[in-house]
């Protein structure tokens, strides 16, 4: 064979799905031990920011400037609903649509779409390509 068919013979579809799952197993291995040690750096930096945080609230200060960095100690408040149908005509009442963020449901999108193709929302954009997905064999 020439070095030129070589270059140009393509791998058979066993041995591109072979080194596939390969990539794959070694990129899910690699990522469980990242996940592993981010997790434990996680922790122990929750130790230090509640030190942090005890030290900031006997001191009764909001910040503390050191030569390393400054600390600020902020409030913060999330919100969440138990009642989602309330919520939604609570929204729809006050003309509040904007309490959401702004972000589209893509599987809702997708039914929604398919029940109704001749009522398209204004300004709605799609992506659409394909994809490959590799499994190992059954046995």
Request: charged share 30%; no cysteine; net charge neutral.
């Amino acid at each position: 064979m020439t070095e030129e068919a070589q270059v140009t013979e393509p791998a058979s579809m066993d041995k591109l799905v072979r080194v596939y799952r390969k990539m794959r197993d070694k990129l899910q291995e690699l990522d469980r031990e990242y996940t592993t040690k981010m997790e434990e750096i996680k922790v122990q930096q929750d130790a230090v920011k509640d030190a942090i945080k005890a030290q900031m609230q006997a001191l009764g200060s909001k910040s503390v400037s050191t030569p390393s960095g400054t600390a600020i100690l902020s409030k913060k408040v999330r919100y969440s609903t138990q009642d989602w149908d309330s919520f939604k005509e609570f929204m729809v009442q006050n003309n509040a649509l904007d309490l959401l963020e702004k972000r589209i449901a893509q599987t809702n999108m997708a039914q929604f779409l398919e029940e109704n193709p001749t009522l398209v929302p204004p300004g709605l954009n799609s992506d659409a390509f394909y994809d490959v997905s590799v499994r190992k064999p059954t046995k």
